[in-house]
Each structure stands twice: as C-alpha cells, then as structure tokens.
C-alpha cells in the first residue's frame, strides 16, 4: 500500500527494555521526522532525517537512537525504555525541505 | 533555536462563529509556515502553508496570513461547523530542514 505506514500501532514494554518503532514510505520522500505527543507538550521533534544515511537531532532526542540506512525506512530505537517515554510516537515523512509531510497513524508506546 | 507558540486551548464555540487560533513564531532566516490539524485517533494531515512573508493559505474556509512584521500566522474562519472540532496546530520549518510544532489548540464546536 503506498503512504507511509508505522508498526506496531500499540506497544507494552516494560522499563529497561529495548524497543524499535518501524516507520516505513513508499514515496520515496527524502525527508523523514519523529515526533512524540504528550498532552500539554503538543508535538515534540526527536530526530529527523534529509536522506539516507543522515540524520541529526530533535528538541528532544535523549534516550533514542535513529538509523536510515534505506530511504523508505526510518526506524526508531529506545534503548533503554522509561516510563517517561511513554507517549504516542509519530512518523512523518515530506518530498524536500518546507514542503507538505506526511504523517503515520502513531505509535501508542506504554512503559511499564 | 526555532520555535512555535499557539494560543492555549480548548477553545469552545457554537456552530457558525468565527474563529481564530494565535500562532507566534521564533525563527533565523525565512521559515515556511503551515497548520496542521489532528482528528481523534488520527494522524495530522496539512490544512494550508504560506512560504514568504504576506503570503495567504487558505483551504476549506480556513486562512492565515504570514506576517513577518509581528511574527504571527493566525489561523481564522469565519464560521465554524461541527466537523472543524479537532486540534489544530501551527508549524514552522526551517532553513535547516526541520519542522517544529506549536503544542496544539483544541478546537470543540458545539450545534
């Protein structure tokens, strides 16, 4: 299916654990963002990407790892999960710098 | 760094009034402008942009101005229905590549 798809929609993990959140695009768009949402903190940048095998740092990115060693893929990793990552994470993805992104269903990630 | 404010929600209004949401930015260079809007359970999809200074977007009966003199790209509409209740955000990208967000304004629209 084309548009950009992120798994799994709904995740239990419990504190310390690794956790990897998948985001995957199909329009070969050249940048890609991770958000998280908290209520009273709207959306939050952690990472972004301009292309393959570049990224660099959000507003809030301790405690994530990124990696896009494909274009259509932007994985996201919580090495060591708190329960203050507990939030609903969002993919996006956009064609070039200041243009329209596109964005996943969310990730509703629960520490335990 | 960047950075974008909205006005603090929830904003609650009846059906066929007007509306407007603050948006103030804080940005080097010449940021593109966009809003944005979430329905329950949904992703965010764009609801219009403006990319220089005076520039209008507009979709769906919704408009903002960029204006670079104050700062500002206020979201109006000049009569509401029930189906605009969402939360609305307000967002800047920057020379850099990045897309920040504003914390978001809920909007409910009472019949």
């Known amino acids: 299916d084309a548009g950009i798809t992120q798994s799994p929609r709904y995740k239990i993990t419990e504190t310390g654990r690794q956790v990897t959140l998948m985001c995957h695009q199909t329009?070969?768009?050249?940048?890609m963002f991770w958000y998280r949402q908290d209520l009273g903190h709207g959306l939050r940048l952690i990472y972004y990407?301009?292309?393959?095998?570049?990224?660099d740092k959000g507003e809030v990115p301790d405690g994530y790892v990124v990696s896009r060693s494909k274009t259509e893929n932007f994985p996201l990793t919580l090495e060591s999960a708190t329960r203050s990552q507990t939030s609903v994470y969002f993919c996006?993805?956009?064609?070039?710098?200041?243009?329209?992104?596109?964005f996943g269903q969310g990730t509703r990630l629960t520490v335990v | 760094g960047d950075s974008v404010t909205q006005m603090e929600g929830p904003v609650t209004l009846s059906e066929e009034a007007f509306l407007t949401i603050n948006c103030t930015y804080t940005a080097t260079g010449y940021p593109s402008l966009f809003w944005y809007v979430q329905y329950p359970g949904e992703g965010l999809q764009l609801l219009l942009k403006?990319?220089?200074?005076?520039d209008k977007g507009s979709n769906k009966g919704f408009e903002a101005t960029y204006r670079k003199e104050t700062t500002s790209f206020h979201l109006e509409k000049g009569s509401v229905q029930v189906s605009d209740s969402a939360v609305y955000f307000c967002a800047l990208g920057n020379q850099g590549g990045k897309l920040i967000f504003g914390q978001g304004t809920e909007l409910s629209v009472k019949p």
């Open positions: 403006a990319t220089k200074a005076d």
């Open positions: 990407s301009a292309a393959a095998d570049i990224t």
């Open positions: 996006a993805s956009s064609a070039g710098k200041n243009t329209e992104a596109f």
């Open positions: 329009w070969s768009h050249s940048y």
